[in-house]
């Protein structure tokens, strides 16, 4: 049997290979494994545009905010030289694709394993040009990551805006932008844009709020976190019309509640969302259709069960860690079909973190809300605390947010964990053993212990364990 994996350095496309090195050989069930990346440096995403350098730039962010806000502090607070915090996380960043390339040549040292460094193209089902090469594998695996999605929005053809990754490779910010995008993307880089010098930002958000995987309190609170502590002009109901250039810079032609508007900057900031990258794939030639649900929750293309696509190009759940779960799933299944055994699909429970608030009011949630638990059949009893209602948040100066835990209210089962606060990103990791395991709020400790910091939980688990008593 014979594997090809296409974007082999990324998170997604390593797992796979992972997954299936061990079973290359006289002894296994696959004979050939080809790993195909032309990524230069290569790394896949996450450690060259995404998490890795984000979290460091955020760093910055973080140490400003917590100087400027903290009035027991006196003096102008520093100013991030941008030079260094880009030379820094480029550092950090080539340390870590190395890392991650290291590991795909490694395995292609192995007997049976080969690592080709350039683009690959189907010409037919399952029917793969690699270097001026044929490969007609038994199974495909498609792991090519996604890019930026540019909306198509009148104008826009026609005026420079910054994505994510050219903010983090700024070093030189505009005094004024306008954001477009207020998802995961935005909702992180927003007050790092604030830190590091853009002093008047104007965020275009067509909901009522934020955060529509939570209640919504939560993105009640992010949007008055990000007002008052970043001073960030957020325009609800929002919607873009149409874009063009200006002597200063652009001007947004813009919709709210039937009436036209604009707004005007020096710097467009693009952060509508990503699209899978599919485009120097050619897939005109088979049968496989990119359309909306064109991957089961085995990984398997629906118009062909022997291409598997992992990771955030079948847009399924485009985080770091979903992606390597699905990329050895997928190895899984292609190893449980070579034996004759129908392969089963990836489940897992929801477990997100965004390091909103320059990281310091990072947002988690882990499994259910209320309104998913009822949708899925449970009763449910819910407790909220606030941050401000906690004395070791209001010493530690880090007063804003909120947590939230929903349990089912026949067998006290832990259902789901939202927090928007202080370390929610660190206590997310806590309630996902607790979620994952289906452990019962009654049996969990409520008592304090050192550090206090997760009292909050405390508070919501005694609360919630009272209501099901």
């Known amino acids: ?37 032309d990524g230069d440096p290569g790394g896949g995403l996450c450690i060259l545009d995404g998490c890795m350098p984000s979290k460091a730039v955020l760093s910055a962010a973080a140490h400003r905010y917590q100087a400027r806000a903290d009035e027991r502090l006196t003096g102008e607070p520093h100013a991030i030289d941008l030079k260094s915090v880009v030379e820094t996380k480029d550092e950090q960043v080539l340390s870590f694709a190395e890392h991650r390339r290291g590991a795909v040549h490694d395995m292609a040292a192995r007997d049976g394993v080969e690592f080709i460094h350039k683009p690959a193209t189907f010409i037919d089902d399952r029917t793969v040009m690699v270097a001026d090469e044929t490969y007609e594998p038994d199974y495909v695996v498609i792991a090519t990551g996604s890019v930026p999605k540019v909306p198509e929005l009148p104008g826009m053809d026609e005026v420079e805006y910054m994505t994510s990754a050219d903010v983090l490779d700024a070093t030189t910010l505009p005094d004024s932008g306008i954001m477009m995008g207020f998802g995961y993307v935005g909702i992180e880089l927003a007050p790092y844009l604030v830190e590091a010098g853009v002093e008047d930002l104007t965020v275009v958000e067509h909901d009522a709020r934020p955060l529509d995987e939570a209640d919504s309190a939560f993105g009640d609170e992010l949007m008055a976190i990000y007002r008052e502590e970043f001073g960030i002009d957020i325009r609800t109901h929002t919607y873009e019309q149409a874009i063009e250039s200006t002597e200063d810079g652009v001007r947004l032609h813009v919709e709210v509640d039937g009436k036209a508007d604009t707004i005007d900057a020096e710097q467009l900031f693009l952060f509508t969302g990503r699209e899978p990258n599919l485009d120097r794939l050619n897939l005109e030639p088979t049968v496989l259709d990119p359309r909306s649900g064109w991957v089961r929750d085995t990984m398997q293309a629906v118009d062909d069960d022997r291409v598997l696509v992992v990771g955030d190009v079948n847009s399924h759940e485009p985080i770091l860690h979903v992606a390597k779960e699905q990329g050895y799933k997928a190895a899984e299944n292609i190893l449980d079909m070579a034996a004759g055994a129908e392969p089963e699909p990836y489940e897992n429970v929801h477990h997100h973190v965004m390091f909103s608030g320059a990281s310091v009011y990072p947002f988690a949630r882990v499994g259910h809300t209320a309104e998913t638990a009822r949708a899925a059949g449970h009763e449910v009893v819910e407790a909220t605390r606030w941050a401000k209602d906690d004395g070791v948040f209001k010493v530690k100066d880090i007063p804003h947010g909120l947590a939230r835990l929903t349990v089912d209210a026949e067998t006290g089962t832990v259902l789901g964990y939202q927090g928007l606060h202080a370390h929610a990103d660190t206590m997310a990791k806590t309630m996902q053993v607790i979620v994952e395991l289906g452990l019962d709020v009654r049996d969990l400790p409520d008592r304090a212990y050192h550090p206090t910091l997760p009292e909050i939980l405390d508070s919501v688990i005694r609360e919630t364990a009272a209501q099901v008593a």
Do not use: F, K, N, Q
């Open 1 to 37: 049997m014979h594997v090809l994996v296409i974007g082999a350095y990324g998170s997604a496309g390593v797992a796979t290979a992972e997954g299936l090195v061990d079973h290359v050989g006289p002894e296994g069930p696959i004979d050939r494994l080809t790993l195909v990346d």
